[in-house]
Every structure is written in C-alpha cells, then in structure tokens.
C-alpha cells in the first residue's frame, strides 16, 4: 500500500516570493530601484565561478539583477549607474525587500567587459518554472476571462464510478493548469481543492492527488499554481499561489455538480501554507465559502522555520527577506501562527513527529493559538512518522475520516480502496 501513497511534496521552499504580502486580497507593487546591495568589496565576475573579474565593486553598491544560475547562488546584474555588468554571488548583499530572485530567467551567459545593461522593461524579466509537464505549450489567448472560467479538460481516465481530467482555467488574467475530478451521477456533491507543494517538478501534481477524494464521493480539484507545470505567469510563493486557489474555488462553487455548502480543502507542506492563508482570506473578508480544512505537514511559521533549517537561510533570505528580524512582515504574513484567530473554520493538523523538513512543533504551535483564540482545531502527531505521512497514507485516511462529519461524503477511505488503489496506478501509468 505503501507504493500507492500519493507523493505529498518531499522538497519544501525552493519558492518565489512575490513583492509584499497577501492580505484579504489586496496586492501591494514592487518599489523600482536596487534590488539589493553589497556588503563587502565583491567581484563581479563574467560568470558564475569564472576566473575573469570584471569590477570589484566596493561596499553599498546598488545593484538591478536581470537573470540567475539554475542553483541561485549567483546572479547577473548591473550597477544602479549602468557602468558594470556581470555575475555577483548571492551570499554578500542585502536585498531591497520584497525582491525575488527565484523569479529571475535562468542564464548561462557569459559576460563581456563593458557589456551595456538591458533595456529598461527586460529586468525582472518574469520566468516561468520549466518543470515537466504532459501538458503541451499553450497557444496565445485572444483575451481573459472570468476568474473561475474553464478553459479546457481533458479526460485522462474514466471508470464506471469516476472521471478524471487535465483543468486549465482563468485566474487574475492567466490560464492555470491543474486537475479536477468528478464522481457519475448528477450529484451534487461535496467538493475538495487540494493544495500541492514544493516548487516545478518537486511536488508538481500528477493527478493522482485528487484520486481518494474523488473516489470517496467529492469532486476534486488541485492547481499547480501560475508559472509551474506550464501555467501562465510568474512563480509565486504566498501570494499569485494563493490567488489561484481562491479562483479555483470560485470554479468549483459555480460548477453544476458541486454543493457549493460543502466546500473543503486540504494542504501539504507549502500547501498548508497556502491553506493557511486562503482560510485566512475568507474569514477576513467574510466570504467563508471554505467549510472545513486540513493540512499534512504544513509550513505554519517561517521565521521557526528559518531557524531549524539553517542551510535554507541563503534561499528564504533571496526569496522572502533578509531575515525575519529585517523583513518581518514578509515572514509573518506567510505564517499562521502570526494570526491565528483569523482562522475562521474547523481545521485538522496531521504532522508527522520524525518530520525533519517542516518541524512539527509548527503545527503545534498553530494548535495552541487557535485554542487560545476559541477556534476549532483538532491536532494529530504520528511519532516516527515523517513529512509525507508515509506510515499513514499520506493523511488521507484520517482525513476524509474527520472532514465526513462536515460533508456528509458517506463513504471512507478504507470502503474505496480498490477503487482508490485502480485509479492510482491507472493516471500514474499515463
């Protein structure tokens, strides 16, 4: 059974931040000028590890990046006054907040003294992640829609109880990849959005995801977030991720086989956060269309992450901020425990106790606050278990248990499981 167990995101955080935060659906815009700073006489070099140093250029120097390396330890920019080009290592600079390097193209160029900047509208060029994908490129659209608006499906499996099918959909202006599944029969039916993690091919969902939810009498739906898995936009980590949830869920409250009371969601790793955060929009602005939540592992407080993960500084320092101390709004409004009480719906933490990428005292430390605040939230900590909840299948045992007494879905885990195991190894075959 082991073997059937859906993959929940093993790589966390190698993740784009978007400019400022993401509050009740406000976005906030990215100041022009330096994107960081040096800090000590640094190099500019022709290339990422390349003999030739082009400047040494001395402390507090502005610099506007336009590319990095596929590792992000270096970055290609220019001085703020034109006069230097070339390849700066990422460890010695303080960046302007709100900066994002992970949304940077990925370069090989190798410079040549005296090289001119690029034109003013090519830097901060948006990139999409290049993770693979079996969806074919895009054709360029003749317009926007709606947010919510289906695109296209394509059935990629159908048994005599279920259909499954590629999703591409429209979120704020941009066409969105995903998956969505349905059960026969005219419904309606509880929904669920599942919420995936890591970044491109780390965690990029498969489709089969989605299958115990389906399979148990929900419809579900997961998104693989702009700029991965070949969705339009920028990669976004806390913000645009976010956006594209929430649309997704506008699909589902105005899709004919959908029970738009019966609304749940379920988030791993990054996922939780993303959760986290889409909860907390809905209670602030009083829509409250989600009706019950879990989460597997979920990223519930970064600055405690930042800090049980050293070797990960370098990357949330270049994504996020340069610490939590220096840019703590950045940090604090990805993490739930910052704002418990805005967590307006039954939640359900599972972690595992041997989790070495996301601690559990994350969750913990969620469970408390919202206790604390009179919410409603139930903790499950499997000792010796580990991020993806391996030992317990993924979660999702306990949680179509737990969410059955909210949805009234009639059917548990362990009834479907053939169907489950069938059409498991069916999409993973494709």
């Known amino acids: 059974m082991r073997r059937m167990t859906p993959i929940l995101l093993i790589l966390i955080l190698l993740?784009?931040?978007?400019?400022?935060?993401?509050?009740?659906?406000?976005?906030?815009?990215?100041a022009q000028g330096p994107d960081a700073w040096t800090t000590i006489d640094l190099n500019m070099r022709a290339a990422p590890n390349h003999d030739t140093v082009i400047a040494i250029l001395p402390p507090n120097t502005g610099l506007i990046f336009e590319a990095r390396d596929a590792g992000m330890n270096w970055l290609l920019g220019h001085t703020e006054d034109g006069l230097y080009r070339g390849w700066v290592v990422t460890t010695y600079?303080?960046?302007?907040?709100?900066?994002?390097?992970?949304?940077?193209?990925?370069?090989?160029?190798?410079?040549?003294?005296?090289?001119?900047?690029?034109a003013a509208d090519q830097g901060q060029a948006a990139a999409s992640d290049s993770g693979a994908s079996d969806?074919?490129?895009?054709?360029?659209?003749?317009?926007?829609?709606?947010?919510g608006t289906i695109e296209s499906m394509t059935l990629i499996y159908e048994s005599a109880r279920s259909e499954y099918y590629h999703l591409t959909y429209w979120s704020d202006g941009l066409r969105i990849n995903g998956y969505i599944g349905f059960p026969k029969g005219g419904g309606p039916y509880p929904a669920m959005i599942y919420n995936r993690g890591g970044w491109g091919d780390s965690g990029m969902l498969t489709g089969i995801e989605i299958v115990p939810f389906v399979e148990t009498g929900f419809v579900a739906a997961g998104s693989q977030y702009r700029g991965n898995a070949g969705s339009e936009g920028i990669s976004s980590f806390g913000h645009g991720d976010v956006i594209d949830v929430l649309n997704l869920l506008v699909l589902l409250q105005q899709h004919p086989k959908v029970d738009a009371s019966r609304v749940g969601m379920m988030g791993g790793s990054r996922g939780g956060m993303v959760t986290y955060m889409a909860l907390k929009h809905?209670?602030?602005?009083?829509?409250?269309?989600?009706?019950?939540?879990?989460?597997?592992?979920?990223?519930?407080?970064?600055?405690m992450w930042y800090y049980d993960s050293p070797d990960f500084q370098n990357v949330l320092q270049i994504m996020v901020g340069p610490s939590p101390e220096a840019a703590p709004e950045q940090y604090q409004v990805r993490s739930a425990t910052y704002w418990p009480g805005s967590i307006g719906v039954p939640l359900l933490l599972l972690h595992g106790g041997n989790d070495w990428i996301i601690s559990p005292e994350q969750s913990r430390k969620l469970y408390e606050g919202m206790k604390a605040a009179g919410?409603?939230?139930?903790?499950?900590?499997?000792?010796?278990?580990?991020?993806?909840?391996?030992?317990?299948?993924?979660?999702?045992?306990?949680?179509?248990?737990?969410?059955?007494?909210?949805?009234?879905?009639?059917?548990?885990?362990q009834d479907q499981w053939d169907n489950i195991r069938a059409a498991t190894q069916a999409i993973a075959a494709r």
């Open 282 to 303: 809905e209670t602030e602005s009083g829509y409250n269309r989600i009706r019950v939540a879990v989460t597997v592992g979920g990223l519930a407080d970064l600055p």
């Open 93 to 118: 600079l303080t960046y302007a907040t709100g900066f994002s390097a992970a949304r940077l193209p990925v370069s090989e160029e190798v410079v040549t003294a005296g090289s001119p900047p690029p």
């Open 15 to 30: 993740i784009a931040a978007l400019p400022a935060g993401f509050s009740a659906g406000q976005l906030t815009t990215y």
């Open 375 to 413: 919410r409603d939230v139930s903790l499950m900590v499997f000792e010796g278990d580990n991020h993806e909840l391996t030992g317990q299948l993924g979660g999702y045992r306990d949680a179509i248990q737990w969410m059955g007494t909210y949805m009234r879905n009639g059917t548990t885990y």
């Open 135 to 147: 969806v074919p490129a895009m054709p360029p659209s003749t317009g926007t829609k709606a947010n």
